[in-house]
């Protein structure tokens, strides 16, 4: 069935440093890949997403990286902040289906 | 414009009774989705609803049932409540088109006891 797998569960980094979390999907459909960041006590909030007919995409400190032929998709923090220390989640969606798979979360911790 | 709102924020309820929580989306957003999260299965979709009809269900029991209105405000039920159902349930809104992103609102904290 439709999975989405995300590595690491936990990641610490330095302030300053870089974080990179990966995420495969199984549904070779899967054409838009979203990346939320969620705060104690919040629900998910949109950082960043890519779809399937391009590669990468950057916003300021955060990037993400898709490639299709590998089913697998990446997010890539620079010049990490105290601020950035939250759950990270990946998800794949396809057309059609109104839904979104997310991956099982990475913990992300900033030291400062 | 306001973000989703979500009511209750907390919930404390007993196994076998029911339960009402409600998503009122964002201001044009015709789509409503719902999802468990919980720390051993992570985010789970329950369902999704578009202009008052259901268009995908994920893999939950019956005893879990949504209904959107006119005014894409949405409702999910859980019914005969079991220790398990306790977990965060989030709505998420979007304009409802293929490929719009979802945007979540914070969550009912569900706790059965």
């Known amino acids: 069935g439709e999975n989405v797998e995300q590595h690491p569960s936990t990641l610490s980094v330095q302030e300053g440093d870089s974080a990179v979390i990966k995420c495969t999907y199984s549904d070779s459909a899967s054409n838009y890949f979203p990346w939320y960041k969620q705060e104690l006590g919040k629900g998910p909030q949109l950082i960043i997403d890519?779809?399937?007919?391009?590669g990468e995409k950057k916003d300021q400190r955060i990037a993400v990286t898709l490639n299709k032929t590998a089913k697998h998709f990446s997010l890539h923090i620079t010049e990490t902040q105290p601020e950035d220390s939250a759950v990270y989640f990946c998800?794949?969606?396809?057309?059609?289906?109104?839904?979104?798979?997310f991956g099982t979360g990475t913990r992300l911790k900033v030291l400062a | 414009k306001a973000g989703v709102t979500q009511t209750p924020r907390y919930l404390i309820k007993t196994r076998g009774q029911q339960v009402t929580l409600s998503c009122s989306p964002i201001s044009g957003h015709r789509s409503v989705s719902w999802y468990q999260q919980t720390p051993g299965q992570g985010l789970q979709f329950l369902f999704e609803?578009?202009?008052?009809?259901?268009?995908n269900k994920g893999n939950f029991p019956g005893r879990f049932s949504g209904r959107q209105f006119s005014n894409s405000r949405s409702e999910m039920n859980v019914s005969t409540l079991e220790l398990g159902d306790s977990a965060l349930y989030l709505c998420a809104s979007s304009l409802g088109f293929i490929g719009e992103t979802q945007y979540f609102g914070p969550g009912t904290r569900l706790l059965v006891l």
């Open positions: 998800a794949a969606s396809r057309t059609g289906t109104y839904k979104y798979i």
């Open positions: 890519i779809r399937s007919n391009v």
């Open positions: 609803y578009f202009s008052e009809t259901q268009r």
